[in-house]
């Protein structure tokens, strides 16, 4: 009688170590870690020390081996910075995928970035959990900093952008973005003001009629969780059904804040959990 109780413990021991063997290996599995670079500027006056900054931040985000990297966008000035950009960043050890800026991408020069850098709208898998970049700069005209009214695009700008949109409006047909758990986005601009954050200018955000139709789009695809940057200041708000998560930028501080990257854990029901990681000793 002994023995046979002896047994039936065993038997349910096994039972329990296995069981949660297979839940723990599932959860791991399902768990997605992202680094969100963002905002790296090399080539840019204001900011001397964007090359050495973006190779600490290489180096920390080796270190923490993610699953994969994104880089929202404003990587450099000019093409021979993208250039430079590159050769710091080939020493990332996960796979990175690109989002272009309003450095990269003004409003009539998108070839000139996708002849360097190759799509700047597509979707990209990582596990379960699908990514749609968006190009940002194919939604207004951010050329001018200090504009009153959002300034309209150029007529062949105005026909990618309608191309970009129609893309994104066919997207939940597809294999992929179907058969996907959770869809997270990423572009450079915020769709929102963060309660008047930075300041009021139209040139800080998605402006309408490109905002009411991307929000529209991004609610058809079930998005929950949008990753950004453009403002240089890492922070997480909500905003119709939306949580943007703002990356800090690696190169200057024009609204303080601190230098640094921002990492994102997605866990098995599509929650992200975003970190902000300063670079220490860094100066802009
Ligand atoms: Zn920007």
Not at 119 to 125: I, L, S, V
């Amino acid at each position: 009688m002994q023995i046979k109780a002896a047994l039936v413990l065993l038997v349910r021991s096994v039972a329990y170590v296995c069981a949660t063997t297979l839940i723990l290996c599932a959860v791991t599995l399902a768990q997605v870690t992202i680094a969100q670079i963002s905002d790296t500027h090399i080539g840019e006056k204001r900011a001397p020390h964007a090359a050495d900054n973006l190779k600490m931040a290489v180096q920390m985000i080796n270190d923490r081996h993610p699953d994969a990297v994104i880089l929202s966008g404003d990587i450099g000035e000019n093409p021979e910075a993208w250039e430079k950009a590159k050769g710091i960043l080939k020493h990332l050890k996960a796979p990175l995928y690109y989002a272009p800026g309003n450095h990269d991408v003004h409003s009539s020069d998108v070839d000139r970035y996708r002849g360097a850098f190759g799509k700047d709208y597509y979707t990209f898998r990582v596990k379960d959990v699908e990514f749609v970049v968006i190009d940002s700069e194919l939604l207004g005209n951010f050329d001018s900093y200090d504009a009153k009214k959002p300034p309209p695009l150029p007529p062949a700008t105005e026909e990618e952008s309608e191309r970009m949109l129609d893309w994104l409006g066919h997207l939940r047909d597809e294999g992929d973005t179907r058969t996907a758990r959770t869809i997270i986005g990423i572009q450079h601009i915020p769709v929102f003001h963060d309660r008047g954050f930075p300041d009021p200018k139209p040139y800080w955000v998605i402006n309408d009629p490109y905002r009411s139709k991307e929000m529209k789009l991004l609610h058809q695809l079930g998005i929950k969780h949008m990753l950004v940057g453009h403002w240089h200041n890492g922070r997480v708000f909500e905003r119709e059904g939306i949580t943007w998560h703002v990356a800090p930028s690696t190169s200057w501080l024009p609204w303080g804040g601190e230098l640094g990257f921002a990492t994102q854990s997605i866990s098995p029901d599509g929650d992200v959990h975003t970190e902000f990681v300063p670079l220490p000793g860094a100066t802009q």
